[in-house]
Structures are given as structure tokens and as C-alpha cells.
């Protein structure tokens, strides 16, 4: 509910700052006098967008706060998703620069125009006899049915379960694109993996098998060099081996002598053992190198196929290769599975089909069962608001089709007169019959959800005394669960309210302003006993007045 509004700067007003209670809050004043300043000040809190020319001094800037008290309206997820700070007592700030910018702030912290209107919406609802789209809205009818229906837990499960079903089709949808395209490239990709496959790649492999093809492309030279080393270690006059042994014995008489010969010793014994171990590892590469002419057949067909590949598929090495031939293999095995993969899709939709026909069959009976009691509640309100001959025919038909809220088709048709023929409500209400609508249906819904403060902007136009009366009653019965705001030039609506403003202007140093001050109770005597008979107040006026506060 709205506790507390305050507006600096802004049209007519310098500074105003008003608290609200529960109940009926009745706002009065001259036509003219600044009532709908007032709205379009609110409506700046609900998100609507400012300019330059909403301020009165264009040197300040304006700044609109209002308090709400949110704790009952269930709003935790919403400021979860929007970003916002939750607090129970929450502050919407609005401030309009010189320079025509404007901010806005949730709880101080800054959000844009699109998060406040969301915001805005399930805070307070303005209605005048003008704005009355909202009922011919086939949503909005949906809604207040609904609400008889006791279908939210439904209605949530059936959204949450409407969403998993689109995204099971459009996965279907792609996958069946998917299968069109890879149908195409299906033989394509196979030749492909084939040839990696026939090829036998190993990672690693093309390095020794380039070291083999230059073993067996030079088997003559190597031969050569292993022979002429082979000569150099082994030679028994000079070779290497004889000179190391002969060199090791001598420091093996040396080293009982001193510890720097056996040192000595010890280093030429290793080095012995090495060079032996080195003839030996040639003698054995000598004996077993021998020209192989097919072996190098083989492997330059086998570079040559390696190396073609790695041109055709933009490769450096094997590796990419290996990680190319993967990627073909999931792609021809995904085209080759994905007959069994779309069917497993389509079951998956149709179990969900199953899911939702069942919860939207229990919305759609439960919507059938709420109907009559809708008709009923509204055209017994209605009668009593001067639409005696009122009829409504209000149909549900089930469809084939999947809504964001079932599978229900609405007909929601109005009827004015006795014989009068069913239409749509825009074609068959007239502008203060859909007025008187509007108001039974937040009368009936107010008793079934928690509604947002409503302010009603001048309802009662052009309505008789009696109905007037009753419109009154309906909106303090309203506000028993509500908070109602009731903008009226009809005594009978005002008399009613717990609590009165009166809106007026008033000429501070030859400036106009509009204010706007609470009355006490003899306030209100007079200024109901002028809404009767003028500012030339009689005593059958003042007495009139005391009649209807009472």
C-alpha cells in the first residue's frame, strides 16, 4: 500500500508531502484544482516518462518519493530478478533534472524505466471511466476468472511445464535442420573418415618414419662412415681401443704409487668401457643396416599419403589429423544415430503433450465450475449500480492448442439490455457502463487475491445519487482487504472514506500552487455540504452533510 507520497517541484506544486492510511482515502476538490497534477505525479513513480516541462522552476530539479509497504504483495521474486533491494517499507524515487534527464531509484539504488513500470504495475492500479482496455483485454478476463478458479498453483505449473515443452521442440527443430544439411554432407564426411582410417596414423609416427626413410635412402654412406669408425676403435696397431687399453694398464701399475694415479686409473678404465660399449653398438649397426628397396617403397607411400592428408585437411602433424578424424566420426555417427535421437525427441514431446492436457484440462474445469459464480456476483453488483437488465455469456472452449495459459479460448460477451443481442464488451458497454464493470469485477476480485492500492479517478461521473451511494459501498467493502484511493466529485463517495483530502490552489506572491491537506471531521462537513449546494453553503446543506458522515 501507498503510505506516503511527497512531490517537490513539479507543475503546480512546490512542495507537498502527504501520508496515507488504510481503507478508503476519498480525495476532493474544484475541477481545476490540481487533482490531476497529482495522478501524473504518481504516474512518474510508476515509470511513466518525464520532460522538462513537468518542472515548475526549470532551475530545480523535481524530485517525486513515495513509500510503499509491499510486505503482502509477495514481491521478494520480482525484485530478485529486476535487481533490486527488498524492504518491506519500500522508497521509489523519481527525480527530473534541469537538464531534462531523469532518474529513478528503488530503495536508493538507481534501475531504468522498464524495471520501475514492472515495479509500478503491482503497486498501484489507476482506472478512470477512460481507461477502461484492461477489461477488454481476453488476458485480463483470463485473469479474473482464474482468480475464482483458485488456478495459480496450476497456472504456474502449466507455464513451467509450457516452457520445457517449447524448448523440446525446438530442439526437435534443429535437430531436424540439422539432419536436412547432414544428410547432405553424410557421404561427404564418410569418404573423408574412411581415408583417415585406411591410413592408420599414429600419433608421433610421422617423425620415425621421415628418420627411416633418410636411414634407408643413405644405407650405402651410413655403411661406409660405421666401417671407417668401426676401423679407428678396433685397429690393433693404432685403433683406439688398443691405445685405451694399453693406456689402462700402465696406470694400473701406477696407482699402488699414489691415489692421483688410481684417479687416473679409474678415469681411463671408464673411458675404456665406453668406447668399448660405443664399437660395440657399431659393430652391431654395421651388421644389421642392409638396403631394403621395398621397405623404402612403403614408407615414401606412406609420407606421401600422411602428407597429402595433412595438405587436405590443413594439418601440421598427426595430432590434428587424429583430432580431425574424430570430429568426422562424431559427425557421421551423429548422422547415422540421429533417426533414434529424433524419435527419442519426439516421445520426449509427446510425454510432455500428455503432462500438459492433463493440468490444462484441470484449469479448464476448474474455469467452468468458477464461470456461473462469476456471472452471478457480477450481474447481482451491476443491478445494484443501475444496470438492472445486465447479462453476461461467458464461454471456455477447449482448444487443440497450447496458450501461455492452457488451452482455453475465451468468449467473453455483454448484453446491457433485456433482449439486447450478446457482443464483445468494447462493441456492446458504453464508456460508464464499462466504468461500472471495471469496478464490480475489482470489487469480486478483491475478495479472492491481494490487489494493488487502486485509485479510482472520477468513476462516478455522470452517475445518479443512488447509484453513486452504491458505488461507495462497494469501494469501502473493497477496502477492508485493500487500499482504495477514490478521486470524487460526488458527496455520497465522500462521505464514505476514513479518510478525506481536499485538493486546491492558492495564489502565494501572485504565483499559483496547487496543495493538498487532510481534513478533520468539521473540515469535512463544510466541504461535503459545498459538493451538495455550492460555496454559498445553506443549513439544509450543512445538515445534509453531517446526515451522510454519519
Known sequence: MLTSLSIQNYALIDNLQVNFNTGLSIITGETGAGKSIL?????????KRADLSSLKDTSQKCVIEAVFNVSNYHLKKLFDSEGFDYESQTIIRREILPSGKSRAFVNDSPVNLNSLQL??????????????????????????????????????HFKLELKQFKKLEKELKDLLDFQAEAIKEH???????????????????????EEEHETLSNVEAIKEKLSESY??????????????????????KLKGYSSKYEDLFLRVQSSFIEMDDVFKEINDLHDNLEADPNRLVEVNAKLLRINNLMQKHA?????????VKNELDEKVAITENLDATIQKKRNEIETKTAQLNIISKTIHENREQAIPNLISQLENILSSLGMPNAQFQIQT??????????????????????????????????GGELSRIMLAIKSILSTYIQLPTIIFDEIDSGVSGEISNKMGDIMVL???????????????????????????????????????????????????????????????????????LN
Open 39 to 47: 495522478l501524473g505525479g504518481l504516474s512518474l513513480i510508476l515509470g
Open 119 to 156: 515495479l509500478g504495475e503491482r503497486l498501484i492500479d489507476i482506472h478512470s471511466q477512460h481507461e477502461t482496455l484492461q477489461l477488454i483485454s481476453n488476458d485480463f478476463q483470463f485473469q479474473v476468472i482464474d482468480a475464482l478458479a483458485k488456478n495459480e498453483e496450476h497456472l504456474q
Open 187 to 209: 557421404d561427404y564426411n564418410s569418404f573423408l573418415l574412411n581415408e583417415l582410417v585406411e591410413a592408420n596414423l599414429i600419433d608421433g609416427e610421422l617423425e620415425l618414419l
Open 231 to 252: 676401423q679407428l676403435l678396433n685397429d690393433e696397431q693404432i685403433g683406439i681401443l688398443t691405445s685405451l687399453n694399453g693406456l689402462k694398464n700402465n696406470f694400473n
Open 315 to 323: 594439418s601440421i602433424n598427426i595430432s590434428e589429423l587424429l583430432q
Open 397 to 430: 472452449s477447449y482448444a487443440n492448442n497450447f496458450y501461455f495459459n492452457g488451452k482455453d479460448e475465451l468468449t467473453f460477451l455483454f448484453s446491457a439490455n433485456k433482449g439486447g443481442q450478446f457482443n464483445e464488451l468494447k462493441k456492446a458497454a458504453s
Open 478 to 548: 473493497m477496502s477492508q482487504t485493500m487500499q482504495v484511493i477514490s478521486i470524487t466529485h460526488i458527496p455520497q463517495i465522500a462521505a464514505k472514506g476514513h479518510t478525506h483530502f481536499k485538493v486546491f490552489k492558492e495564489d502565494v506572491n501572485e504565483v499559483t500552487r496547487t496543495n493538498l491537506v487532510r481534513l478533520n471531521h468539521d473540515e469535512r462537513i463544510v466541504e461535503i455540504a459545498q459538493m451538495l449546494g455550492g460555496f454559498e453553503i445553506s443549513s439544509s446543506a450543512m445538515a445534509h452533510a453531517k446526515e451522510l
